[in-house]
Nanobody, 125 residues
């Protein structure tokens, strides 16, 4: 079993920055690929970014490329999402998730095995 706890969300003005964290426990953190997803009311959960177990490979949805950076610190059992140049359309609840399949970086949320409870990010002036 894996427990994931997100933090770092909040209210930020357009153009601002936030860094989300996801603390993992219960299993060796480097045993899985890690992803960030987001969801707004009435819409499906959307892929944002994924990072391989070693941190050596990443993938991003096109709308955040060049603005968001996913990273991980396996020694600290923590996943990060650095979000810069935030836009109003980035407003959502952000979730981290763990994927036990290490063979491919996946974008489909249904493929992930464990989820955090989410943290709200609101971009507004």
């Amino acid at each position: 079993q894996v427990q994931l706890v997100e933090s770092g969300g909040g209210l930020v003005q357009p153009g601002g920055s936030l860094r989300l964290s996801c603390a993992a426990s219960g299993r060796t953190f480097s045993s899985f690929n890690m992803g960030w997803f987001r969801q707004v009311p009435g819409k499906e959960r959307e892929f944002v970014a994924v990072i391989s177990w070693s941190g050596g490979a990443t993938d991003y949805v096109g709308s955040v490329k060049g603005r968001f950076t996913i990273s991980r610190d396996n020694a600290k059992n923590t996943l990060y999402l650095q979000m810069n140049s935030l836009k109003s359309e980035d407003t959502a609840v952000y979730y981290c998730a763990a994927d036990l399949n290490l063979n491919i970086l996946r974008r489909d949320p249904s493929e992930y095995d464990y989820w955090g409870q989410g943290t709200q990010v609101t971009v507004s002036s």
